[in-house]
Structure formats: structure tokens, C-alpha cells
């Protein structure tokens, strides 16, 4: 079977946790062996790394502050992050980044925030997973201040335009695919622009139990993404590049692993 890493999983929220074992169980049938439970905030974070100890084979976890929660940044933040960051089974530093679409909280508090967590990474030479949306050209402006003292950098869920990939790209940063690419209406771009992405820089990711993709049958009643999934957006990505299922998922496998040191 195909085996695959979900570099997005959003495992603490009440979704999934509610029947946390039988998601596990459907992401193993599915191949999914591993996954990435995104850290939110530095609660979300403690939370993740409790959930590693429990699959420890199977979890790891980021921590960061997401900028819907940039208000909740304070003296304390980063040293917390620090501290999580250096627990076993932490692989990255976010998700950080600027979201300017639903501004939860205020754009400077987003920005201190994200430089924060930057230079966090840079300390620690850990990868970042990064958020950006609808904030490119500010976000871009941030992360060439940094981007010669960090690695590894994602920009998770790209939905973005044929600019900003290249720009993304430019900055040699990976591009994380959801199935944003199976909306027949709103993902059109995308799957053009999986054309124009390096093979090497493709990562995949669900971001359950968000974006449930829509072409999914059955429809699940829940409306409940989750990883189990990953082999759908696989298909699509592999369908919108011209490639064999197989090659991607091996390509693929090989980023991930290679991205957050498996
Ligand atoms: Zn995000």
C-alpha cells in the first residue's frame, strides 16, 4: 500500500478527538502512518505533545501561536515555545504566519508574533509551518528578513496565486497541497499551479477536520475531514500534475521525511 504522512492535522480540536481512536485506525488503513498535529496556540501545543506521547509512533507535533491567536502572544510566549519545542516528537516551529482575511487579531500583533516565532526557529534550527492568507506581499516581506537563518520552510495550504507561488518558491520554501484542490469551483487555480511546483517541494496535508474535500463519495454525513482522506488528495494532485499515483506518493513520503527529519 501507498504509505503517505499528513503534514497537516488539526487532532486537538473536539472533532476528532471525539473518536481520536477510530481516526487513528481509518488513517492506518488508508496508509496515513504518520501525521503532523499542527500546534495552534501554546495550549493547542501542550495538547499535541500529549497526543504524541500516546501514538508515539505515529505523532508528531509543531508548536507555535496561529495568528488567529497572535492577541494571546506575550513576554512568556517564547520561552513556552522554546520549552515545547524541545520535547521528543516536536518537528517544527507554527503554524505562524499573517491572516489578514478574517483579522481575528490585529495586523502588528500578527506581524511581532511571527517575527518571534521566526527567529524561535532560527535559534533552534527547526523547520517552520506557516499560514498565510490573504496577507502575501507583508508575509513575504517578513520572511525574506529571515530566510537565510531558517532551513526549512512551508507554506501550508497554498491557495494562493501564480505570483505568490513563485515567490514562495523563490524563497525556496515547500508548498503544502489540501483539498482545496478538489473544489471544483474554488480550487481551478490550484490545480494549475500543482503543474508548476517542483515535485521536491510538494508536501500533502488534509488540515482536518477543515476542508473536507468536496468531491469526496460518499459524502461522510459528519462533514468531518480527516486524515484518512489524504489518499484522495493524493489522487487529485497526481490527476492535475499528469503523474502516476505511485511516483507522487513516494516523492512525496521522500519530502516529508526529509522536511521534518522522520
Ligand atoms: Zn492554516
Redesign the pocket.
Known sequence: MTELVDI?VNLTSKSLLRDLDGVMQRAADAGVRQMVV?G?SIAASEQALELCARFPERLLFTCGI?PHHASEWDALSQDRLRKLAQQPRACAIG?T?L?FNRSYSPHEVQETAFRRQLELAAELEMPVFS?Q?DAHSRFVEILRDYRDRIGKIVV??FTDSREALLDYLDLDCHIGITGWICDERRGLELRQLVKLTPAERLLLET?APYLLPRDLQPRPSTRINEPAYLPHILEAVARHRNQAIDALAAQCLENSRRFFDL
Open positions: 497537516g499542527t495552534t496561529h503554524e504566519g491572516d499560514h492568507r501550508h495550504c488540515d
